[in-house]
Each structure stands twice: as C-alpha cells, then as structure tokens.
C-alpha cells in the first residue's frame, strides 16, 4: 500500500501494452466501484519493462500494489481490487 494507505494501481501504457488492451484501460476510474474510489491510487506509467520477461504472461499489464496482472482488463482489475480490499 501507498503510504497514503491506499492501493497503489500501476498502469502501463507503453507500445505494447497499449496495442494489447491498456487503451481499454484509460478510464479505469470511472469503472472502480463507488465505496473503493477513495482506497486506490492510480498510476500511469510509459512503460512497466514487464512485457521484455516473458514469465508475466501477455500484455497489457498492471500493477496492484507491486503485484502483477497480466492480461489486464477492468473485469480483471476491479476483481484483484476487491479481493485485496476484502482480504
């Protein structure tokens, strides 16, 4: 967690990231739920240097206070944040 006690989500937006999806991603926000907003922090990066280890699966990829999601989308996003939320 962020020292402002929030969730740190990281995007990236570098070349294949976007092309892979992440352009789906800009508008994160507005998919958050409501009773969330306030508990996450959100990032936009150039690029995460996640896509040059293939270990991480396929792009586009985010970052959930340091854990990695591969194959980012908003269902994916928004589930990672309420597990983490509600343990």
């Known amino acids: 967690m962020e020292e402002s006690g929030k969730i740190l989500l990281e995007l990236c937006f570098g070349t294949t990231c976007f ?7 800009q508008e994160i926000e507005q998919y958050i ?18 896509c040059k280890n293939a270990t991480y699966m396929k792009a586009p990829f985010v970052k959930l206070d340091g854990e990695i999601i591969s194959e980012a989308t ?13 343990g």
Not at 35 to 49: G, I, P, S, W
Not at 74 to 86: L, P, T, Y
């Open 74 to 86: 908003v269902e994916k996003i928004i589930q990672a944040i309420e597990r983490k939320i509600n």
């Open 19 to 25: 092309v892979m999806g992440a352009s789906k991603l």
């Open 33 to 50: 739920p409501p009773q969330y907003k306030n508990k996450v922090e959100v990032k936009a990066h150039t690029c995460l240097d996640l």
